[in-house]
């Protein structure tokens, strides 16, 4: 049995299902980490004074580069399909997997940095909320490794079978990651700046 | 939508230009925090910095620009959640914002220790 819609238009929403369906989940994620911002804001009002200069911002500052990077890669990823030049799609998925890898590689190092010092979540109501929200970054990060991963792998053959749905996919895959991409934007000045 | 292969490529050079433009405003994030703004000021340029990438990112790397209205309506509902979801705690410790009094019962110690 075929999932309708995969490729054809809706026409009442004028959609392909997909599209609707990712960024109906995107919307319920922004409520996911408002949830988490919005305990920081509890946290920070509450407290009597607010630590500053924890964290390293060069470090924040690079893994911003690299998110940022990793976003036009993604999107670079998409539109090379859509221009039916496989190999620079090819290229362009494995490198936003790399700069993903290295996110999660610096993030790694400044981790076991406070964890080698004592400094877990439990040291402190800012490391709590800190480790928290880039926690569970981290896992939307890894998550969207894993689906890149397929994609680069067994995934690839549809683009023989039906290359218009595999664009849809990594154009729905290129949502999330851009979405990942828009909550370290707010999480970096957030966190390591303010 | 971006389907046609001529507007495809006409958008290839707004991705890296967009990108380009990102980490500008990554850079003019950390020399504002260099500058040591009074707190609501930092606030304030680091919140409109955020937002401004955001939206660049959502416009042109989403292609939310050139989207349905059931993709619109959806995220209407969803930005108006979210604002009440940020809105609604601060009430609960309005009367205590920058007095140092704890809202909670507890906070006996800064948040830093």
Not at chain 1, 37 to 56: D, K, M, Q, V
Not at chain 2, 24 to 29: E, K, M, V, W
């Amino acid at each position: 049995m075929n999932i309708p819609y995969t490729v054809e238009i809706r026409p009442d929403t004028g959609l392909a299902n997909g599209k609707l369906g990712i960024w109906l989940f995107l919307a319920s994620e922004v409520m996911l980490f408002g949830a988490l911002f919005s305990t920081y804001i509890i946290l920070r009002n509450g407290a009597a004074e607010w630590p500053h200069g924890e964290l390293s911002v060069p470090l924040g500052a690079i893994n911003t580069v690299i998110l940022i990077s990793s976003s036009v890669t993604m999107v670079m990823a998409w539109a090379s399909l859509k221009l039916n030049d496989w190999a620079k799609h090819r290229l362009y998925l494995i490198a936003t997997f790399v700069l993903a890898a290295l996110f999660l590689v610096n993030k790694y190092f400044e981790y076991s940095d406070h964890l080698a010092k004592g400094e877990g979540p439990w040291h402190s109501t800012f490391l709590a909320i800190y480790f928290t929200l880039t926690g569970l970054h981290g896992l939307h990060i890894v998550g969207g490794m894993i689906v890149m991963a397929y994609f680069i792998g067994p995934g690839a053959k549809l683009w023989k079978a039906n290359a218009d749905q595999f664009a849809n996919r990594i154009e729905y895959t290129g949502l999330y990651w851009h979405f990942v991409d828009l909550v370290w934007i707010f999480l970096f000045p957030v966190l390591y700046l303010l | 939508m971006h389907s046609d292969h001529g507007d495809v490529h006409a958008s290839v050079r707004k991705y890296f230009m967009i990108g380009a433009a990102l980490l500008i405003f990554t850079g003019i994030t950390v020399a504002a925090n260099l500058m040591h703004l009074a707190i609501p000021l930092a606030i304030t340029v680091a919140l409109a910095i955020a937002i401004t990438k955001a939206s660049m990112v959502a416009a042109v790397f989403m292609h939310l620009s050139d989207e349905k209205k059931w993709i619109y309506g959806a995220l209407l509902l969803t930005v108006i959640f979210f604002f009440v979801l940020m809105s609604v705690p601060s009430f609960t410790n309005m009367d205590v914002i920058g007095t140092h009094e704890p809202a909670i019962g507890g906070g006996e110690h800064p948040a830093g220790h």
